[in-house]
């Protein structure tokens, strides 16, 4: 039934318990970031993304997106995911739909390792999650089983895989 989550936990090792426990913080990860925070996170992620010249296969998936834009959507997603205010609606609609937009780009699970390298040394650079090891093992376990889960959606959501239709998760494409 959950066959998305199932893929996803074994890609990542992380179980979709596990990676919501970052939403479930007290205080939030909101509280304590604040939307600085949230924005210094998103910076210094695609900082990196973009000087990715080691992987250009990775940094080619980016091409139709600036840094500055890219950085804006990401930061308003990580606001309204974690407690804080709906900017990510108010730019984009009602819903994330994280998988379904991603499923124009060809995002596999070396895809998937190569983001949540530039995630992983992002979180540990960071001057607030530096010091917070519950946030940040919380936002590295969400952003793992959430990078797995958007390959194994998208996968499931291309027109090539349309027809055969046996993959069902519950509606649970976000
Ligand atoms: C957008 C790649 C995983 C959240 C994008 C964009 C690319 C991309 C190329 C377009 C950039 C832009 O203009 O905004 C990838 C790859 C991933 C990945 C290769 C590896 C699996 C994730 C994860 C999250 C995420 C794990 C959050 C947990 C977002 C958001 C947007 C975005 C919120 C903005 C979408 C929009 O509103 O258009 N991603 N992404 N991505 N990504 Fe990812």
Redesign the pocket.
């Known amino acids: 039934k959950f066959q998305l989550q199932d893929e996803a936990f074994q890609s990542s090792g992380v179980s979709f318990a596990e990676s919501q426990q970052a939403l479930q913080l007290s205080p939030s990860i909101y509280e304590r970031l604040g939307e600085e925070g949230l924005l210094e996170l998103s910076t210094l992620f695609y900082d990196r993304v973009f000087r990715d010249d080691r992987e250009t296969w990775f940094l080619n ?2 091409s139709s ?1 600036t840094k500055q ?2 950085i804006d ?2 930061y308003r ?1 990580l606001v309204q995911t974690f407690g804080g205010p709906e900017l990510y609606k108010e730019k ?1 609609g009602k819903y994330t739909r ?1 998988a379904g ?2 499923a124009n ?1 060809n ?1 596999g699970r070396r ?2 390792d190569r ?1 949540n390298q530039h995630m992983q040394d992002a979180l540990q650079s960071h001057s607030i999650l530096q010091k917070d090891s519950e946030a940040r093992m919380a936002l590295e376990n969400y ?1 793992q089983y ?2 797995h889960y ?2 194994a959606a998208s996968d499931f959501m291309r027109p090539d895989q349309l027809s055969g239709g046996t993959k069902i998760d519950e509606g649970r494409i976000w």
Request: glycine letters at 0%.
């Open positions: 998936i980016f997106s834009q890219a959507n990401q997603f984009k994280l937009r991603h780009y995002i895809a998937a983001w952003f959430t990078a958007i390959v």
